[in-house]
C-alpha cells in the first residue's frame, strides 16, 4: 500500500524558515518524480515544486523559486522542502505528492499525503 | 503562464449528470488530469490523460478534451460524489515546463 506521511509544519513568523518532510513507503521512491502541492485555507490547490526521480531535474513555481529548496534521500525514501523568508501568503496546508509514471515527468499525481498545515503570522 | 479555468460551482439533482468544464488555451493539445476534493481530505486523481480513470474508480466518471475545453462528466450522480473537482496539466511549453491546476469546481448535490 503506498503511503506518503508528511511533517514538519507548524507556526513561524514572517521571515522565518521551516523544513517539511514526507516519508514515503509502499512504492520504488527512486523510481517517481515527486512534488509538493499547497492549499491555503478554503482555497484551491497551487503546484509548488516537483523533483525529477533522481534529482536531476527541479522545477519551482514562480511564487517560491529563490526561496524553497526541493530535495529527495532516495536512500531513505524521504521527500523534503526547505522553506525559507516566508511570508503570510505561504499559509497553507502543504501536500506531497506522487509522479504517476515511472521514470518520467511529474505530469500528475496518483497518491497524495494527508498534509501538514504551515502557520505563517506575526 | 497557462492559465486553467473552471465555473466556481456546479449544482445537479441526484441521478442526474454533472459535467465540469476546464478551460485553456487550446487545452486539447495537452492531456488533462482530473482530482476529486472531499472536505477535510487529500486530493483523488479521477481521470488521467483526458479519459482514463484509475483502478477503482467508477465507470460513472469520464473525461473529454477537445479545442479550448476538456469536460469532467459524472451520471448517475450521487450524494457521495459531493465534492470540489480540480483539472491539472503539465505545461511543458515552457521552460522549464511546470504544473498548472484550474481554479476548482464546487460541485454541489441538491
Known amino acids: 500500500e503506498v503511503q506518503l506521511v508528511e511533517s514538519g509544519g507548524g507556526s513561524v513568523q514572517p521571515g522565518g524558515s521551516l523544513r517539511l518532510s514526507c516519508a514515503a513507503s509502499?512504492?520504488?521512491?527512486?523510481?517517481?518524480?515527486m512534488s509538493w502541492v499547497r492549499q491555503a485555507p478554503g482555497k484551491g490547490l497551487e503546484w509548488v515544486s516537483s523533483?525529477?526521480?533522481?534529482?536531476?531535474?527541479?522545477y519551482y513555481a514562480d511564487s517560491v523559486k529563490g526561496r524553497f529548496t526541493i530535495s529527495r534521500d532516495n536512500s531513505r525514501n524521504k521527500l523534503s522542502l526547505q522553506m525559507n523568508s516566508l511570508t503570510v501568503e505561504d499559509t497553507a496546508v502543504y501536500y506531497c505528492?506522487?509522479?504517476?509514471?515511472?521514470?518520467?515527468?511529474?505530469?500528475?499525481?496518483?497518491?497524495w499525503g494527508q498534509g501538514t498545515l504551515v502557520t505563517v503570522s506575526s | 503562464s497557462y492559465v486553467l479555468t473552471q465555473p466556481p460551482s456546479v449544482s445537479v439533482a441526484p441521478g442526474e449528470t454533472a459535467r465540469v468544464t476546464c478551460g485553456g488555451h487550446d487545452i486539447g493539445s495537452k492531456s488533462v488530469h482530473w482530482y476529486q476534493q472531499k472536505p477535510g481530505q487529500a486530493p483523488l486523481l479521477v481521470i488521467y490523460y483526458d479519459s482514463d480513470r484509475p483502478s477503482g474508480i467508477p465507470e460513472r466518471f469520464s473525461g473529454a478534451n477537445s479545442g479550448n475545453t476538456a469536460t469532467l462528466t459524472i451520471t448517475r450522480v450521487e450524494a457521495g460524489d459531493e465534492a470540489d473537482f480540480y483539472c491539472?496539466?503539465?505545461?511543458?511549453?515552457?521552460?522549464?515546463?511546470?504544473?498548472?491546476f484550474g481554479g476548482g469546481t464546487k460541485l454541489t448535490v441538491l
Open positions: 509502499g512504492f520504488t521512491f527512486r523510481s517517481y518524480a
Open positions: 523533483l525529477s526521480d533522481s534529482s536531476t531535474i527541479t
Open positions: 505528492a506522487k509522479g504517476r509514471i515511472e521514470v518520467a515527468d511529474p505530469a500528475d499525481f496518483d497518491y
Open positions: 491539472q496539466v503539465w505545461d511543458s511549453n515552457i521552460d522549464p515546463p511546470n504544473v498548472v
